[in-house]
């Protein structure tokens, strides 16, 4: 049987629009199925709201204690529960989490080389049985990007990562299927054509594709996240827009191989 593990970028989630159509699309998937987020610009927005500076480092948020209790209240709270009740709403009896919930995804502080981004976690592994048997009773996990260090410490973590973490894992159990959703159709030779969409990417070409600078930034992780899961048991990587997901769609989409 397979899983089908789908992250949805922010700006899906910040975009009511996009967010209820996504949310169809997303209750309407057949078999089992998880669904992993994040949050940034809404927590950026409500940091600033209440006083708290938000410093990033190439791309990537500084997390200090303030930071972290709001990145909480946000992914763990709002953003989760908003997406959870609208696929209620759409018939989709799905439960919202955290890393620490069920202790389902574990991780470390992230080492300090010469940036300390703070309470930011590097996964190290999740609990396979907790999230299998959430499926097998009928539920749908919706992961917020929040893990834990055993210990009691919470940690803002990347949410592709989490996703490629959790195709990983439960591969030992599924056949898994990750999907990376987010506003484009794919990965692009050109970021304002959506018509040019690179439908193959695999370890050949992208060394191409990273020279010529088509691939950069957000991407690259994204896409190393991708292969590193490829050549752990996951299945299938696909990167899009959310249309991808709808049972025998023709949207175009990259598909990711070794």
């Known amino acids: ?30 078999g089992p199925k998880i669904l992993v987020h994040g949050g940034g610009k809404l927590a950026t927005q409500l940091a600033e709201k209440i006083g ?15 930071t972290l209790k709001v990145i909480t209240m946000v992914y763990g709270g709002f953003a989760n529960k908003n997406i959870v009740a609208k696929l209620q709403g759409n018939g989709c009896n799905a439960i919202g989490l955290s890393g620490a919930d069920g ?9 300090v080389k010469t940036i300390d981004y703070g309470y930011v976690g590097d996964v190290t592994g999740i609990s396979e049985q907790t999230i299998d048997a959430l499926l097998k009773s ?3 996990p919706v992961f917020c990007a929040i893990t834990h260090d055993g210990n009691g410490q919470l940690f803002n973590t ?68 991708a292969f590193e899961a490829l050549k752990q048991n996951v299945k299938k990587v696909c990167i899009g827009n959310t249309k991808m997901i709808v049972e025998n769609s023709q949207q175009k989409h990259t598909t990711i191989t070794l």
């Open 138 to 140: 009928g539920l749908t």
């Open 1 to 30: 049987m397979e899983l089908k593990i789908i992250k949805i970028g922010g700006n899906v989630i910040e975009n009511e629009t996009a967010l209820e159509a996504f949310i169809t699309d997303f209750a309407a998937v057949k």
């Open 103 to 111: 202790n389902a995804i574990q991780a470390i502080k992230r080492p």
């Open 52 to 66: 708290i500076e938000t410093t990033m480092v190439e791309g990537r948020r500084i997390t200090d204690a303030e």
């Open 158 to 225: 990347n949410a592709d990562t989490i996703a490629a973490t959790i195709a990983v894992g439960m591969s030992n159990i599924y056949n898994t299927a990750l999907y990376y959703c987010f506003e484009k159709n794919g990965v692009m030779k050109d970021i304002n054509n959506e018509d040019s969409v690179i439908e193959h990417i695999n370890t050949e070409n992208y060394p191409t594709l990273l020279a010529e600078k088509i691939v950069t930034e957000g991407m690259i992780p994204k896409l190393y996240n």
